[in-house]
């Protein structure tokens, strides 16, 4: 309906700027973020250099976890407009050289979602199998020791069946039976509706939760040295199990590969979302792997509260030359479930400067979240206006996602930052109106313009977006590596700390570039770094 003409690859280094839609632009002041408001606010984007928007989920949804549960696949909720107003935006994107993708939640739907609403009335009714049933073991308890990452058993009783079924995040979000081909043809016809509607591809939530041990068996317990916080909270006890049948199956891949040739046609792009705290690159290796499977995973490694280091970096890309050489991985500090990166690793203007470069120019592709542009921080939630059912559940050592999904701010001297007319689904802290779009426009130093420079960086050099990377070297806190395609060669260094250091650059002829991102210029065979500088060098032949 509204195709965008594009090259196949087009997602290779692609910059994604993720939209959170109920927090992004509310147009008719019932302070929710519509569809309409993100075709308002998409020349920001364009501005700022993306290739593509991500919006998170749009679908029909009783909201329960804020559209992560749909029940109506093939249609917007009225909350955030109507199909028209879908159309509208995709055709305005299109128009400012914008590629739209939308977050397909396939593992699961809602309890709601007419599919289930059968599933449940019967074990003999068409769709009976559609959902992941079970019965209960002698005594009554659930079949297996499976874990919701919501908190307690991923297994919910149904009176009705006398079953229980599977649910890896809330009991209202019941899992969906990959292992029967009606479910698969079903969820490509999904995919096939929004394609034909111009979609230029998915963000697929939890990718490798589709499918499940047909046998049911328990996951074994998890040693406490490895367990870690990169897919849930610490406190949360999901992380006390090795996921190794709940999800992950080997199965999964057959329907990605269908997904892929489904999307072929349309030179469509997916990046998958990997939830797995200890495989999460191998398996973004195996989904990425060849051109028949996913064109990209979303890797968790820099979202998780652990600082980034250089020595961090350098470890991370250790692995991904270990188990995902052959994939393309999707990086991003930010998104829509983690502490925004500012307030994570308590990031100064010039740290965060610096790892918005460093972002722009390490292989892969990018996606960066709304609002990080403008630097804003997490924001304080009180416990009386919290919405998440994640946080809620874990208070207060965990806070849930409400921090990070407050509205954009785009005036300083409006009390709802410009969202809304009427009261915000979320309160807007008094914080960030300091660092508004209109504010950040005006001020040169502001890290708004930082980030388009890095993006028109990124976009100018074929080595930064699409070339080799070579393996990592650190020195103390500066992290150096090159990109290189064709004929062009690069030389990147970054002093990740606030102490000056020195890096000797290798023989030869070497231009600096990114003066304009106070990038450091050699002298005398090395190059001299200030407190989050970083140096990028091109060699001259």
């Known amino acids: 309906m509204n195709e965008l003409q594009k090259d196949a690859d087009w997602w290779r280094g692609a910059v994604i700027y993720q939209i959170y839609p109920r927090s992004f632009q509310d147009t008719n002041g019932d302070g929710v973020g519509d569809l309409a408001g993100i075709s308002l606010r998409l020349d920001h984007i364009a501005r700022l250099g993306a290739d593509a928007i991500w919006i998170s989920p749009f679908f029909t949804s009783p909201m329960k976890d804020f559209g992560y549960d749909v029940s109506d696949y ?102 969906l039976n990959f292992h029967e081909p009606a479910v698969q043809a079903a ?155 500012i307030t994570r690793w308590s990031l100064t203007d010039d740290a965060a400067k610096a790892y918005t470069l460093l972002l722009m120019c390490l292989r892969g592709s990018v996606c960066i979240y709304q609002g990080e542009e403008l630097g804003l921080p997490e924001a304080e939630i009180a416990f009386a206006d919290m919405q998440d059912p994640y946080g809620i559940e874990f208070w207060p050592e965990f806070k849930g996602r409400d921090g990070c999904r407050t509205p954009m701010v785009w005036q300083s001297d409006n009390g709802s930052g410009g969202f809304s007319t009427g009261k915000p689904w979320l309160p807007v802290p008094a914080a960030h109106l300091a660092r508004a779009l209109d504010r950040a426009e005006a001020d040169p130093d502001a890290l708004l313009h930082y980030y388009r420079r890095a993006i028109a960086l990124r976009a100018a050099h074929a080595s930064l977006r699409q070339g080799a990377q070579t393996g990592m070297s650190v020195a103390g806190d500066v992290l150096s590596f090159e990109r290189q395609a064709g004929d062009e060669h690069l030389l990147l260094a970054f002093n990740l700390s606030e102490t000056p250091a020195r890096l000797a650059v290798p023989d030869g ?33």
């Not at 879908?86 to 590629?99: C, M, P, S, T």
């Not at 028949?292 to 890309?317: H, N």
């Open 187 to 341: 969820l490509l016809d999904v995919a096939r509706f929004w394609l034909q509607r111009g979609v230029d591809g998915f963000r697929l939530d939890t990718i490798n939760f589709y499918m499940h041990d047909k046998e049911l068996r328990d996951n074994p317990p998890l040693p406490v040295e490895e367990r870690n916080d990169l897919t849930a909270p610490k406190v949360n006890p999901y992380n006390h199990q090795r996921h190794i049948y709940d999800k992950n199956q080997p199965e999964n891949i057959e329907f990605l590969r269908k997904l892929r040739a489904v999307m072929e046609p349309y030179k469509a792009a997916a990046v998958g979302e990997v939830g797995d705290s200890q495989r999460g690159l191998e398996i973004a290796g195996e989904y990425t792997r060849g051109n028949d499977r996913m064109q990209m995973c979303y890797a968790f490694e820099f979202l998780s509260g652990t600082s980034l280091s250089a020595s961090r970096i350098a470890d991370v890309f250790k692995d991904v030359d270990a188990v995902a050489a052959e994939g393309w991985l999707c990086w991003a500090f930010s998104n829509h479930d983690v502490v925004r990166h």
């Open 509 to 541: 002829r070497w231009q600096p570039l990114a003066r304009d991102l106070g990038c450091a210029v050699p002298a005398e065979g090395a190059v001299a770094l200030g407190p989050w500088q970083a140096a990028i060098l091109k060699r001259i032949r």
């Open 74 to 175: 093939c249609d917007v909720d009225p909350r955030f407009g109507q199909l028209a107003d879908f159309d509208a935006l995709v055709a305005r994107a299109h128009a400012l050289g914008l590629k739209v993708m939308i977050d397909l939640v396939l593992s699961h739907s809602s309890n709601r979602h007419p599919w289930f609403v059968e599933s449940r009335a019967s074990r003999e009714g068409e769709r009976a199998n559609w959902y992941v049933w079970a019965d209960p073991k002698p005594d009554g308890s659930p079949p297996n020791n499976w874990l919701s990452i919501f908190g307690g058993s991923a297994w919910a009783w149904e009176s009705r069946r006398c079953q229980y079924y599977l649910h890896n995040f809330l009991a209202s979000q019941p899992d």
